[in-house]
């Protein structure tokens, strides 16, 4: 069975997280709570790693993995560019639901891309997703756990059931809202281009004034 750890949400999220962090660092996969659903983690710069997540999943290689960094001051180091709209856009929903999708450092394993050159990337802010990330620092997958297509897991019992041995531990945060995933903007033009609509509604963006216009996929 999979080692499933209990956070206690009175204290900081500490026992477990190192443990986690261990586990993505030597190369494995770890499930985690989030904002939305629970997520797998693995480490984003280690190709095998990441060849293993997507076996789990049975996710196509075609389709690219989101990534969770700590820092605003990280997102340099796996991105080729930063717009500066899209930075003030990181600075207003960071941490948060806001998947940001950016022109990928040439760095970056191409399976974690899916050939597309692009990266999507955000801070989460979920406590115990957070203090995971600050433990490895280094960026980690932030995909949902799930079999590709399903219904993502929102509960750690849920996470144990369906994969049983293939994830090496499991954060019990508890239920996640379990609502809306992340929503992914693509800012690698302007107007950017929503390619899923989630936890931040794109009328929240342009209410900012950063952008005036937001594309869709029928548009894009």
Same mark, same amino acid.
């Given at each position: 069975m999979i080692e499933v750890v209990k956070i206690d949400h009175a204290e900081p999220p500490q026992r477990g997280i190192r443990k986690a962090a261990s586990i993505i660092e030597e190369g494995g996969i770890i499930a985690f709570p989030t904002e939305s659903f629970y997520g797998l983690g693995a480490a984003a710069t280690n190709s095998s790693a990441l060849q293993g997540l997507f076996q789990v999943k049975k996710r196509d290689a075609s389709l690219p993995i989101l990534v969770l960094i700590s820092s605003i001051k990280e997102l340099s180091a796996y991105v080729a560019s930063i717009p500066p709209k899209a930075l003030e856009l990181a600075m207003l929903f960071w941490p948060g639901g806001l998947t940001l999708v950016f022109e990928a450092s040439q760095d970056l394993p191409p399976l974690l891309t899916a050939g597309t050159g692009k990266i999507g990337i955000r801070i989460s802010g979920h406590p115990v997703a957070h203090a995971l990330t600050l433990a490895v620092k280094i960026p980690i997958t932030g995909t949902s756990a799930n079999i590709s297509g399903k219904r993502p897991c929102t509960t750690?019992?849920?996470?144990?059931?369906?994969? *049983? !041995?293939?994830?090496?531990?499991?954060?019990?945060?508890?239920? !996640? *809202?379990?609502?809306?995933?992340?929503?992914?903007?693509?800012? !690698?033009?302007?107007?950017?281009?929503?390619?899923?609509?989630?936890?931040?509604?794109?009328?929240?963006?342009?209410? !900012?004034?950063?952008y005036t216009r937001i594309l869709t996929s029928t548009e894009g």
């Amino acid at each position: 069975m999979i080692e499933v750890v209990k956070i206690d949400h009175a204290e900081p999220p500490q026992r477990g997280i190192r443990k986690a962090a261990s586990i993505i660092e030597e190369g494995g996969i770890i499930a985690f709570p989030t904002e939305s659903f629970y997520g797998l983690g693995a480490a984003a710069t280690n190709s095998s790693a990441l060849q293993g997540l997507f076996q789990v999943k049975k996710r196509d290689a075609s389709l690219p993995i989101l990534v969770l960094i700590s820092s605003i001051k990280e997102l340099s180091a796996y991105v080729a560019s930063i717009p500066p709209k899209a930075l003030e856009l990181a600075m207003l929903f960071w941490p948060g639901g806001l998947t940001l999708v950016f022109e990928a450092s040439q760095d970056l394993p191409p399976l974690l891309t899916a050939g597309t050159g692009k990266i999507g990337i955000r801070i989460s802010g979920h406590p115990v997703a957070h203090a995971l990330t600050l433990a490895v620092k280094i960026p980690i997958t932030g995909t949902s756990a799930n079999i590709s297509g399903k219904r993502p897991c929102t509960t750690a019992e849920q996470v144990v059931r369906l994969f *049983k !041995t293939q994830v090496d531990l499991v954060l019990d945060g508890g239920v !996640t *809202k379990g609502i809306h995933p992340s929503t992914v903007l693509d800012v !690698t033009r302007d107007p950017p281009l929503l390619i899923r609509q989630g936890i931040i509604r794109a009328e929240e963006i342009i209410a !900012t004034g950063i952008y005036t216009r937001i594309l869709t996929s029928t548009e894009g």
